[in-house]
């Protein structure tokens, strides 16, 4: 489900493989507004927006599609 406003109703609802919402924003808004989930795909190559993420209680793993590695709130920080 694509959403163009993130708060459309749809946005912030986890839905079961295979199916997602995608909701485009700017990168400082992400962390305040997303609620909690056991999975988050993060495509990009900001390493310190990634690691926000991880640090974020929202999120309990990470895919990371660009180096195709899973980070998890149980596993060390990548570089640390």
């Known amino acids: 489900v694509r959403c163009d406003d993130p708060d459309h109703p749809l946005a912030n609802t986890e839905y079961m493989f295979p199916f997602t919402s995608v909701v485009e924003m700017d990168a400082s808004e992400l962390i305040p507004r997303m609620?909690?989930?056991?999975?988050?795909?993060?495509?990009?190559?900001?390493?310190?927006?990634?690691?926000?993420?991880?640090?974020?209680p929202a999120v309990d793993r990470i895919e990371d599609s660009v180096r195709k590695r899973t980070f998890g709130s149980a596993l060390p920080l990548p570089g640390r």
């Open 35 to 56: 609620g909690p989930t056991l999975v988050a795909t993060f495509i990009g190559h900001d390493a310190s927006m990634r690691d926000a993420l991880l640090r974020s």
